[in-house]
């Protein structure tokens, strides 16, 4: 297969950026196509056919069409040439999928809804947080980083020794999550996660996959 990929989604996405991430740093040239969730009447009906859940990101590449992050991302790693993005050794897939699981089951939910959104969202909009959402929401992202730093032990990177698909679900929450003064005072409690942050920030694809507006995360 030789086409171009075409993913679908919105740049303001933390999932749709880490479909992004996961292309860069294969090198692989794609067509983002705009799906905004969040206007007025929802996505478009043509859009039904790419994501029954109507969610953001989907995905084309010749023939292939897919839909959910760990599968894009699982299949950009495996068909396209460039460094392999998933560990090789069961111990080292393994950390990096549980990293993924938690990202997806309680960091992103707690850091980007329950404090970015409720700090930084709503007080540029003008509206009040709710804080007993982001007192609860601070005890998670203190348990999730807790387990991050962790599982990390003495890697440079989150499951390895080389940037893998953990890094990348990680990466495009705290980018978000640091933008919120909670979030950089409890960051600061994890000396362990900032030679992490530092490198995966630092990264050209990082730079690559930067938002132009970040007023409505979404998965």
Same mark, same amino acid.
């Given at each position: ?71 894009? !991302?699982?299949?950009?790693?495996? +068909?396209?040439?460039?460094? #392999?993005?998933?560990?090789?050794? $069961?111990? /080292? &897939? ?69 940037? !893998?698909?953990?890094?990348?679900? +990680?990466?495009?929450?705290? #980018?978000?999550?640091?933008?919120? $003064?909670? /979030? &950089? ?35």
């Amino acid at each position: 297969m030789t086409g171009k990929p075409r993913l679908f989604g919105a740049d303001y996405s933390v999932y749709v950026r880490i479909a992004r991430l996961a292309l860069a740093e294969k090198a692989v040239e794609y067509e983002l196509v705009p799906v905004d969730i969040f206007s007025p009447d929802g996505p478009p009906d043509w859009y039904l056919e790419r994501h029954p859940f109507r969610r953001i990101p989907a995905f084309e590449h010749d023939t292939v069409r897919l839909y959910e992050t760990s599968a894009i !991302t699982r299949y950009v790693d495996e +068909a396209f040439d460039g460094p #392999a993005l998933q560990p090789t050794d $069961p111990a /080292g &897939r393994a950390r990096m999928n549980q990293i993924i699981g938690i990202i997806d089951a309680y960091a992103y939910r707690a850091m980007v809804w329950g404090i970015y959104v409720e700090r930084v969202s709503k007080t540029r909009r003008g509206e009040s947080s709710n804080e007993a959402l982001i007192a609860a929401s601070l005890k998670t992202a203190k348990t999730c980083l807790a387990a991050l730093a962790a599982i990390k032990g003495d890697h440079p990177w989150l499951a390895a020794d080389r940037p !893998t698909l953990a890094d990348l679900y +990680a990466a495009p929450v705290f #980018a978000y999550f640091l933008n919120a $003064p909670e /979030g &950089r005072d409890l960051f600061d409690r994890f000396p362990a996660l900032a030679g992490w942050w530092s490198g995966i920030s630092k990264r050209s694809s990082f730079a690559a996959t930067e938002p132009v507006s970040r007023s409505a995360p979404a998965s």
